[in-house]
């Protein structure tokens, strides 16, 4: 189950580690931990010419046959994930661009579409926000309500999205969007491409526990896109956006669980600091969490080892990791004691814990609530009657 047992992939991980050794030495040395879940506000611009410097090195769309792509194993997409996040990347601005739209448009997109968008989300000229959810919309999907009409050439957008990671920053977003006049759940949607900068998008951050902003609601007052700007056929959108959640799930999961190591360890050893770490219930507590890490590590693994098909694979990561990092969060909390409450921004290791507590008190909700995504395995994976509406 380990996904570099050759010669061949372990000089692959030399020859990326090489490359973000070097890379971030030089100008780039601020960018070392910065940006991500919760801090996608930090150095926005040093980390926008961090995606040009990727593209031109061959390191954006690594997954993406060639001509657009670098077209890696899985196992070398897997080893420059774990190098990335050992080498303490900064967190992409192109990961939306890069591991949901990019492959959503090679596996569905035309030739033009994908001549007019992948190089630049390949170069970094071009950055990527999501347009699925709705304040009536969120976990279930299907009860999308923005709708789209064509209209002298172009698609004539009205609705309302929530919870848009980085649209303050993106120039486009891939939108659901309701097509089929009076159609209903799953039918009738349709999947565009749509440009931020136009008068018909309203852009309104929403402010975080943490302090940050980068979550949105983006509101479309008539926006507009040409009427080839949709991918796949116009009422299959719902199989189009299903498989762009396939996607985001992939190989990036082992990089997840490195992210995560790294952040258990700096929960121990604020306990062994504290003295907390020589209580029976702390460490039995910390040494759960690292099984529970193990085992998830493992099952990723067996995930991509797989030819599978369905919801059963991916909602599985996804409850394993969301209730893992929010526990993660709460020992945080409970490790560094009145720290957790009265820390100044100067205590820069629990500023950063404390910043893992806020923010992953989100993550059994955003991408789909821990509910809906049981009810998935449970009626999809494993056959069981739907839960009664």
């Not at 996608?40 to 657009?68: C, F, I, K, M, T």
């Not at 002298?152 to 999205?161: A, F, N, P, V, Y």
């Not at 920053?169 to 969007?177: K, P």
Request: charged fraction near 25%.
């Amino acid at each position: 189950m380990d996904p570099a047992p050759f010669p061949a992939e372990e000089s692959f991980r030399a020859e990326a580690r090489s490359f973000l050794e070097y890379s971030l030495s030089g100008e780039f040395a601020v960018l070392r931990g910065r940006g991500g879940p919760g801090r996608q506000d930090e150095l926005v611009e040093p980390r926008r010419e961090w995606e040009a410097h990727l593209g031109r090195h061959g390191w954006n769309g690594v997954a993406w046959p060639a001509p657009y792509g670098r077209d890696l194993s899985l196992a070398q997409q897997v080893l420059w994930n774990e190098e990335y996040v050992r080498a303490d990347g900064p967190g992409r601005l192109g990961h939306i661009g890069e591991t949901l739209v990019g492959p959503t448009l090679v596996a569905f997109g035309t030739g033009e579409q994908k001549q007019r968008f992948l190089p630049r989300i390949q170069d970094g000229s071009e950055l990527w926000c999501q347009g699925y959810s709705e304040p009536d919309a969120g976990s279930d999907l299907a009860a999308v309500r923005t709708t789209a009409r064509p209209e002298g050439g172009r698609w004539i957008i009205e609705g309302q999205k929530v919870w848009t990671s980085a649209a303050h920053l993106a120039d486009w977003c891939f939108v659901l969007a309701r097509t089929g006049p009076g159609s209903q759940r799953h039918r009738g949607l349709s999947y565009l491409l749509v440009p931020m900068d136009q008068a018909g998008v309203r852009v309104v951050p929403l402010r975080q526990l943490t302090g940050s902003c980068e979550f949105n609601e983006v509101f479309f007052d008539g926006a507009t896109t040409d009427l080839v700007n949709v991918v796949g056929a116009e009422g299959d959108g719902w199989r189009v956006a299903m498989a762009t959640l396939a996607f985001e799930r992939g190989a990036s999961t082992l990089a997840q669980v490195l992210r995560l190591k790294r952040e258990l360890a700096a929960i121990m050893a604020a306990a062994r600091a504290n003295g907390s770490a020589d209580q029976p219930v702390v460490r039995q507590r910390l040494a759960r969490l690292w099984s529970r890490l193990r085992i998830m590590r493992l099952n990723a693994l067996r995930v991509m080892s797989l030819d599978h098909s369905g919801a059963g694979p991916a909602t599985l990561t996804k409850l394993l990791w969301a209730g893992l990092h929010r526990d993660m969060g709460e020992a945080a909390a409970d490790v560094l004691g009145p720290r957790a409450m009265i820390g100044s921004p100067e205590d820069i290791d629990a500023e950063d814990l404390r910043r893992l507590f806020l923010f992953s008190r989100a993550d059994t909700i955003y991408g789909g609530t821990d509910e809906i995504q049981r009810n998935l395995i449970g009626e999809r994976a494993l056959g069981l009657p739907r839960e009664p509406r």
